[in-house]
């Protein structure tokens, strides 16, 4: 068992426990005891707060509190969405790991693509091509996530799937905010089409090359230009 210090009662009575998702916890008079953390209802409150801004733990009215199955989501999410706050071009930054995270995993997840994910990944191609040739234009920023997602459905890499919920967490908030051109959006799903053909066709070294290319295109243009 690991002896690091998580510097919080609560989260180390949590780790050294070894709850399982959907185990029902201590109730908060209880995790007060001697016999349990020996520690004030507010400092447990304090803490319980941080273990539920992680994703760690879920507190409902009828059924108390229990444990969730992890997810590296949550911290990231919450602390890309502060340097978001601060400044938005970090987006930028935080697209770059994402680009990397998917070349680095991209072989090794797409192998384990089904065929129910292929299916998947047509229907979102087709959904955004009807989007953006309706006389009523609408941008299929679900689909765009749903595609990429579904690459790495089956990666067991919690930190990985983390990182890349995040992003698309982010995405959806910046995207709505920021104008990307008609033709964009269209090359984005030609390229999608090109990767998922690639994929299909076993080509995983194609598939990534046309990835890497979609993640090029120019999205926005300076006001200057």
Same mark, same amino acid.
């Given at each position: 068992?690991?002896?690091?210090?998580?510097?919080?009662?609560?989260?180390?009575?949590?780790?050294?426990?070894?709850?399982?998702?959907?185990?029902?916890?201590?109730?908060?008079?209880?995790?007060?005891?001697?016999?349990?953390?020996?520690?004030?209802?507010?400092?447990?409150? %304090?803490?319980?707060?941080?273990?539920? &801004?992680?994703? #760690?733990?879920?507190?409902?009215? $009828?059924?108390? *509190? +229990?444990?969730?199955?992890?997810?590296?989501?949550?911290?990231?999410?919450?602390?890309?969405?502060?340097?978001?706050?601060?400044?938005?071009?970090?987006?930028?930054?935080?697209?770059?790991?994402?680009?990397?995270? %998917?070349?680095?995993?991209?072989?090794? &997840?797409?192998? #384990?693509?089904?065929?129910?994910? $292929?299916?998947? *990944? +047509?229907?979102?191609?087709?959904?955004?091509?009807?989007?953006?040739?309706?006389?009523?234009?609408?941008?299929?920023?679900?689909?765009?996530?749903?595609?990429?997602?579904?690459?790495?459905?089956?990666?067991?890499?919690?930190?990985?799937?983390?990182?890349?919920?995040?992003?698309?967490?982010?995405?959806?908030?910046?995207?709505?905010? +920021?104008?990307?051109?008609?033709?964009?959006?269209?090359?984005?799903?030609?390229?999608?089409?090109?990767?998922?053909?690639?994929?299909?066709?076993?080509?995983?070294?194609?598939?990534?090359?046309?990835?890497?290319?979609?993640?090029?295109?120019?999205?926005?243009?300076?006001?200057?230009?």
């Amino acid at each position: 068992m690991s002896h690091i210090d998580l510097d919080s009662e609560l989260l180390n009575y949590l780790a050294a426990n070894q709850f399982a998702p959907g185990d029902r916890l201590p109730t908060i008079a209880e995790l007060q005891s001697d016999q349990l953390l020996g520690v004030s209802t507010s400092k447990i409150r %304090e803490q319980l707060e941080v273990a539920r &801004a992680l994703g #760690l733990v879920e507190v409902r009215s $009828k059924t108390g *509190m +229990r444990m969730k199955p992890y997810t590296f989501a949550p911290a990231v999410r919450l602390s890309l969405f502060f340097a978001l706050a601060h400044d938005m071009s970090q987006f930028e930054h935080f697209s770059e790991l994402r680009t990397h995270v %998917e070349i680095t995993f991209w072989h090794e &997840a797409c192998a #384990l693509l089904t065929s129910e994910d $292929k299916a998947l *990944m +047509r229907n979102c191609i087709d959904v955004a091509r009807a989007k953006l040739n309706d006389r009523w234009i609408s941008i299929p920023n679900p689909e765009h996530r749903t595609f990429h997602m579904t690459i790495f459905t089956h990666l067991r890499n919690p930190f990985v799937q983390g990182i890349l919920e995040a992003y698309w967490d982010a995405y959806s908030a910046v995207e709505p905010s +920021r104008y990307a051109d008609y033709d964009y959006h269209q090359k984005v799903w030609d390229y999608h089409e090109q990767i998922l053909n690639h994929i299909c066709a076993g080509n995983f070294d194609a598939a990534q090359a046309a990835f890497i290319e979609h993640t090029k295109l120019l999205r926005y243009q300076r006001q200057s230009e």
